[in-house]
């Protein structure tokens, strides 16, 4: 089997997704836009390509050779933000603990590195996947090279081979530095040719296959191509230069050190849970990476050779081992055995996709044993006993929705002590999230798999009986540890009094409102909707007439050009796609001009027509024909209860309508 290289072309990756991300602020105001861009395209590398060897080059932030030759070369470029700086150290530490090894050298860019290496591993019999943010590297694709690069933002990606890129350009690779050298590059300030484009070059070249033979006659060209090409002859060869990636480097392609082993999964976790990238953990590969791949030797240290800077796997901090759970086959056996230690933790695997909480499984701690029992059939009656037995005390995460699934399962839980979403909450009501797998990571150096999921690879992935058993074992065995550590930490802070008769008692009210529901009269609100349609057909058409031409009311872009440019109105702040039209803007513009009031009585009465009048009719069981929602005691950090699924808090109560 042919042997695959993933070479990660760093700075354009970082580059693109800082621009193409949406800015992501952690807790902490830690901006990580471009990291999270980057560690998901890592990711999906990974996933796509499966290789056996990866490597990442870095820029260095001095001159290279192209500078020297040209004074101009990037001049246009802007400075590199100050907050996009601290994201290049923190992707450093997701490689550095993903085990990937990191070359640069001084002179010249990781394109460089990356075609030296290609090269390398071109020779040694290997397949490379270049992944960049650009499409610099499209000449260095052959028969055993290819190109994934993003699309559309930073979503979509799309992988070149030599027949993708005649597809596209009509071209072969080695052609591709040529047609750059005709049309140019303005991201690079490399110049080509004015008033030749894309279409242009690339048909030049199709036809004259070099630079040399699109010169080598001008006569058959219109005079004004003619007269282009001629008089900047000596910069479109220069412009050549300047493009070409140089692949004869001093970089060694060691392939002990690029081969994907084991790598420090927890650690990985570790960064993910500080930077909150909790979407992107449920794709981690596992420790080992599934790969067929020799056991590694001793842990490489940093080693520079010839100007390259390569890192290697660093020992792997002290983590808790995985818990090891059975599969319950006697549940007299487990109840007594439950019975005599006195105490259970309680982890509820639940399918939350309905309206309603949907008890799947049961996992179940008792002293250092751990069971996990699948519901399917209910629960047997020994292990229901001991569940509502109140002299066993409980602990559990998130005890309301595991009330909720119990119940409706046919069961429940009574003699809970601890419950540690809530304990979490009360001993750091800051912090966003009180997840189960992130509590065990960070305190107990604990993992609790995370299920999988359907996604757009594979729209039928479902996780697997083993998948339960190991999240729902790892789960209670987390609740039970963190339940002695917050039982600790609530006394110390003086918070035991607040969570015992306050917290604690709330979560059997919480429960018993989300089971009886809110009623609705389906009747009135279909008349409310009514009502309202006519009043925001109204309000539009007064909105024309105040401008004197209809426009999409409820478009930002056209809103944006009615109030900016044709009425001249004064700007507010400055977004990614023009000027922002958002409440805070328009309320700033009251009294500017009558069409003002009316888009902002607009978007009220329609928000209340789509949310409230039609959107709520949506969300009514058919069963109980009530709207459950579900009451969070653990978000705000003022203490107030907060509701979504849907949110009910967010009626506007105060103004007539609502």
């Known amino acids: ?135 610099d590297p499209l000449q260095l694709v052959s028969p055993l090279v290819k190109l994934m690069t993003t699309r559309q933002g930073f979503q979509n990606t799309v992988i070149y081979d030599e027949e993708m890129i005649r597809q596209r350009y009509g071209l072969r690779p080695d052609q591709m530095v040529d047609f750059k050298a005709l049309k140019g590059d303005t991201t690079d300030n490399i110049p080509g040719v004015p008033g030749v484009g894309d279409k242009t070059a690339a048909k030049l070249i199709a036809e004259h296959a070099t630079l040399e033979g699109v010169y080598a006659d001008l006569s058959g060209y219109t005079p004004r191509l003619r007269e282009a090409l001629a008089a900047n002859k000596e910069q479109v060869f220069k412009s050549r230069e300047l493009a070409t990636i140089v692949t004869e480097l001093p970089v060694t392609l060691e392939l002990e050190r690029t081969r994907r082993t084991t790598y420090d999964r927890a650690a990985v976790l570790e960064l993910f849970r500080d930077l909150e990238f909790r979407s992107l953990v449920p794709r981690l590969p596992p420790a080992d990476q599934n790969l067929a791949a020799p056991a590694p030797g001793q842990p490489q240290h940093t080693v520079a ?66 069971w996990y029992l699948p519901t399917l059939d209910g629960v047997p009656a020994p292990i229901a006993a001991v569940l509502l037995d109140d002299a066993i005390v409980k602990t559990a995460h998130d005890a309301k929705t595991a009330r909720r699934a119990l119940r409706r399962a046919g069961a429940d839980l009574a003699g809970l002590a601890m419950d540690t979403m809530i304990a979490s909450y009360l001993v750091n009501a800051s912090r966003r999230y009180h997840a189960l797998e992130d509590l065990a990571a960070e305190r107990l150096k604990l993992e609790v798999p995370v299920l999988p999921v359907p996604d757009r690879k594979d729209p039928l992935r479902a996780p697997t009986l083993d998948d339960r058993l190991a999240r729902a074992g790892a789960g209670a065995t987390a609740a039970a540890r963190l339940g002695e550590q917050f039982a600790v930490e609530l006394e110390r802070l003086g918070l035991e009094r607040l969570y015992r008769d306050v917290e604690l008692p709330l979560v059997d009210v919480l429960v018993e409102m989300e089971e009886a529901g809110i009623a609705v009269d389906l009747a009135y609100l279909r008349s409310l909707g009514e009502e309202f349609a006519r009043e925001v057909a109204r309000i539009e058409r007064e909105a024309y007439a105040a401008v004197g031409h209809d426009f999409a009311i409820n478009s930002p872009k056209q809103l944006q050009s009615l109030l900016f440019e044709e009425l001249k109105l004064p700007r507010g702040r400055r977004t990614g796609t023009g000027f922002s039209t958002d409440a805070t803007v328009l309320e700033e513009l009251r009294g500017a001009h009558p069409v003002i009031e009316k888009i902002l009585e607009y978007r009220e009465i329609e928000k209340l027509r789509s949310t409230y009048a039609e959107g709520l009719g949506g969300l009514v069981d058919p069963e109980t024909r009530r709207v459950h929602t579900t009451f969070d005691q653990t978000v705000a950090a003022t203490g107030r209860l907060s509701s979504r699924g849907p949110n009910l808090q967010n009626i506007p109560i105060r103004t007539p309508l609502g």
């Open 1 to 135: 089997m042919t042997e695959r290289l993933v070479l990660l072309d760093s700075n354009s990756l970082i580059y693109r997704a800082f621009f193409a991300v949406p800015p992501l602020t952690t807790t902490k105001g830690e901006l990580a836009n471009a990291t999270f861009g980057f560690a998901s395209i890592l990711l999906k590398s990974l996933e796509q390509t499966t290789p056996q060897h990866i490597a990442a080059a870095f820029d260095l932030p001095i001159p290279t050779f192209r500078h020297e030759r040209e004074a101009t070369y990037k001049a246009t470029r802007r400075p590199m933000p100050d907050e996009l700086r601290p994201q290049f150290e923190r992707v450093k530490q997701l490689l550095e603990k993903f085990g990937v090894p990191m070359y640069s050298l001084p002179g010249y860019e990781a394109d460089d590195i990356i075609g030296a290496l290609a090269r390398q591993a071109e020779a040694k019999g290997l397949e490379t996947i270049i992944v960049s943010g650009d499409l």
């Open 305 to 370: 050779r010839g100007g390259q800077l390569q890192l290697g796997l660093e020992p792997a901090p002290s983590v808790a081992p995985p818990v090891e759970t059975a599969l319950m086959a006697d549940a007299d056996e487990v109840a007594g055995a439950v019975r005599a230690a006195g105490a259970l933790a309680v982890h509820a695997d639940v399918d939350s996709s309905g309206r309603h909480p949907a008890l799947v499984g049961i996992g179940l701690v008792a002293g250092d044993r751990a």
